[in-house]
């Protein structure tokens, strides 16, 4: 098997340090690939990065009518949320308007993402819950799926349980490819993540930019989603964090969101394009880096986005002291593959 | 330029979801290359892996026994530590024995590594001080040579002071090779680092256990060294950490230390082989893997010491509810190029 290229570099001094190889698509709903580098047909992990996709199997069930959910529900179903107060408030919420409370979560507890929310709660003498998780939101859109199906909710996050079923459906028509269990595993917060190609998830997400090539219902929610996600920035990440910074400087144009282990997927709308990036060792400050500079080449961003997306793209080191180190850069193989 | 072979893998339910690749290398005192993979021409920085041979620059200096440091001194001299009670009282009294205190010290201050450490810390209301950084210890010993040497101990960390071309000469002297500002960066406790091939870090190691190679002064104090750290295995990184339980489990027989960004560097004294590695990407857990499985393949390891390396070669991942939902494994590569 080929290596894949190197597309983001950290050097220290004068000299590369760390060398991060990965693969990118850029592709349209149609699935035709615009750009690429590496090998964009094989099968990874989405990990968190596909949300927006597990959230359409509450269109099929029928709960956003049935439990009037609101786009902050929505975005909170797209989002590995921080764990602030508008997270936590968001998805107690949301859990509320389908008649369940937290303790139906099956994600587990850890601390929240953001520090000072984190230094907050261990101030109160507060144990994290499972609202906390950064997941919480997306559970509670799949309790809604249940809840709007009629199945008892114990064991959503198992595979044969019929919400996953549902999810895996929803996930595998956005993508226009069968899911397998020959190439699945388990996420962080219990429910399956199944590999697909990582060309697929570009597809995909050009598919839930523009409705296209998707059943009207379904093109419609897939927008309502993106809507819901690039107008409530926050609720999808957090303070600081790159997809939210990313979504409010573009203003509704371009959806971004990370997965664990290196994966960015997301859209630019207005150019009905799509893209999916894995760095192969799972690095997620080089794998946003890489984002950055698809976006810097493809997305047309204005000075202010450009100035954002350049922060990212080439990434200060500082040490200890606070002095300037090195750079976390992407290559000059993004520009070259993906510029105009 | 070829890419470096995948030495980890990380696997999520069936499927790969991260790849690591670097380079690993195996060598005598006389430089012989006895097993290797991938290109171990390439220069890396060392980082805190060669702590031991910067210092090194005390025997020329006098200070061993103009300052009678002991052995704790000297472990601590070769030490990442994680700021626990031992460490902190160590390099306090360090510092005594010199005529000097924590504010001498130039590496900046950040929390504790160990996190029972931390939190006792924050606990007592108190802030971290440059004693709690895992570098104290080497800048109490590079400190040591200033004051030896009689010189100001004032910017001892910059590149041009005499401590630190002391340190550069030393560091040649066992690595048999010219170390270059033109592959050089600023560390993160602010000491200049200098990229070197990565095969004359195996061969320095080999003579750091033995001695073989340098003059009788240096073998003596590089076999001092050797002595000291695999003695007092704790102080030279801290509870549960890798290096730490190594030496502990080889009672003398293996030096074991890590370097920040993925480097390990080693040696079996009884062997005479020294060994280093570099995972490509930077990342710490994967060239643990791949130095538990170069001491698998090579140090012919009892049932316990087995038992442990195991723990390193294949490390079981969980998720936030502590289910086993993967491994990230050594390859078969490398027991392939370094088994019997």
Known sequence: MQANPILVQTIRGNWVENRHRGAMVLADAEG????????????????????????????????????ALSDEDLALACASHHGETDHVAGVTRFLGEIGLAADALECGAHAPTNPAARSALR????????????????????????????VPPEHYVDPDHPVQQRVRAAVETVLGVALTTERCGTDGCSIPTYAAPLSAFAGGFARMATGQGLSPELGAAAMRLFDAATSHPHLVAGTGHFDTLVMEAFGGRVMQKGGAEGVQCGAIRDLGLGYAIKCDDGNMAASQAMAAGLLLAVARPDAKQTALLQRYARQIITNVRRREVGMMAVTDAVFEAFGC
Do not use: Y
């Open 32 to 67: 035709q690939i615009v750009a690429s580098l590496g090998d964009t047909d094989w099968p990874v992990f989405p990990r968190s990065a596909i949300k927006s996709m597990q959230a359409l199997a509450m269109v099929g069930a029928g709960a956003i009518e049935r439990f």
């Open 123 to 150: 101030a109160a003498g507060e144990e994290p819950s499972a609202l906390h998780n950064n997941c919480s939101g997306k559970h509670a859109g799949m309790l809604s799926v249940a809840r709007a199906l009629g």
